[in-house]
């Protein structure tokens, strides 16, 4: 079947986390995503209340994130705040993982706190997704993750917070996110149970429909407006959104 605008629409999360967000911003982002009918927004954790306020008699559900951007509470910290973003109303928590645990090789210690983490969620009717910062990350960990994953029963795998920038030897930062590389790695080493979330430089129509191709669920996005306006503007025109894909990209084999 052709791509329709909500099939778009519900790929994006719609991301409210910049820390320079203020109340009004968080509202506004809430209406936009009300309007647009998003699959979710992903809020900061305080204002959890606001967005479930705004969004309560809608299908855009209402998520947050955990130990964010950095991953470095313990295990317990990790739990007493899934603990209160699900009583305060999310039903969709992005977790980051222990970031240097993982790249230590201590993947006992980062399945344990996914476990743990994914078993308070789903008792409470919510879904986990567990970030991994992939910018940080070789391949084989990646894959380690994506195993782990599938193994603790967490409903998506995700490639980035949106802020793991990586220094430079000039001392600068820059930061990749979402790449196709990781995309269909994450997504060939994940069950079908398990789905990919992207996060992080799939700011264009174009790119959210070539990762559509490569098997990707969802997406986070601030640039929501701008995509699900292009959307609806070439639909109108009856060109089809799946002509938009890179298909050297995702291999067109769709």
């Given at each position: 079947?052709?791509?329709t605008?909500?099939?778009?629409?519900?790929?994006?999360?719609?991301?409210?986390?910049?820390?320079?967000?203020?109340?009004?911003?968080?509202?506004?982002?809430?209406?936009?995503?009300?309007?647009?009918?998003?699959?979710?927004?992903?809020?900061?954790?305080?204002?959890?209340?606001?967005?479930?306020?705004?969004?309560?008699?809608?299908?855009?559900?209402?998520?947050?994130?955990i130990?964010?951007?950095?991953?470095?509470?313990?295990?317990?910290?990790?739990?007493?705040?899934?603990?209160?973003?699900?009583?305060?109303?999310?039903?969709?928590?992005?977790?980051?993982?222990?970031?240097?645990?993982?790249?230590?090789?201590d993947?006992?210690?980062?399945e344990?706190?996914?476990?743990?983490?994914?078993?308070m969620?789903?008792?409470?009717?919510?879904?986990?997704?567990?970030?991994?910062?992939?910018?940080?990350?070789?391949?084989?960990?990646?894959?380690k993750?994506?195993?782990?994953?599938?193994?603790?029963?967490?409903?998506?795998?995700?490639?980035?917070?949106?802020?793991?920038?990586?220094?430079?030897?000039?001392?600068?930062?820059?930061?990749?996110?979402?790449?196709?590389?990781?995309?269909?790695?994450?997504?060939?080493?994940?069950?079908?149970?398990?789905?990919?979330?992207?996060?992080?430089?799939?700011?264009?129509?174009?790119?959210?429909?070539?990762?559509?191709?490569?098997?990707?669920?969802?997406?986070?996005?601030?640039?929501?407006?701008?995509?699900?306006?292009?959307?609806?503007?070439?639909?109108?025109?009856?060109?089809?959104?799946?002509?938009?894909?890179?298909?050297?990209?995702?291999?067109?084999?769709?």
């Amino acid at each position: 079947m052709p791509l329709t605008l909500k099939d778009m629409a519900k790929m994006i999360d719609h991301s409210l986390l910049h820390p320079t967000m203020t109340d009004r911003d968080l509202t506004e982002g809430c209406e936009l995503a009300l309007k647009y009918d998003t699959a979710s927004v992903c809020i900061k954790p305080y204002a959890l209340p606001l967005a479930c306020g705004i969004l309560k008699s809608s299908d855009v559900l209402v998520g947050t994130v955990i130990s964010f951007p950095h991953g470095n509470s313990k295990t317990a910290i990790k739990l007493k705040e899934t603990e209160q973003a699900l009583s305060d109303g999310a039903v969709e928590i992005d977790m980051v993982i222990n970031i240097g645990k993982a790249l230590g090789g201590d993947w006992a210690y980062v399945e344990d706190e996914i476990r743990r983490l994914n078993t308070m969620t789903v008792s409470a009717g919510a879904i986990l997704k567990v970030i991994f910062e992939n910018d940080f990350m070789e391949n084989d960990e990646i894959i380690k993750l994506c195993e782990i994953c599938s193994d603790t029963g967490a409903a998506f795998v995700k490639t980035s917070t949106g802020y793991g920038f990586v220094k430079q030897d000039n001392g600068m930062y820059s930061y990749k996110g979402a790449t196709a590389e990781h995309l269909k790695l994450m997504r060939k080493n994940s069950p079908d149970s398990v789905k990919v979330k992207a996060a992080g430089g799939v700011r264009t129509l174009k790119d959210m429909v070539t990762a559509r191709m490569m098997g990707v669920s969802r997406i986070g996005a601030t640039a929501t407006a701008v995509i699900l306006d292009e959307a609806e503007t070439r639909l109108s025109k009856g060109e089809k959104l799946e002509d938009l894909a890179d298909r050297e990209i995702s291999g067109g084999e769709y």
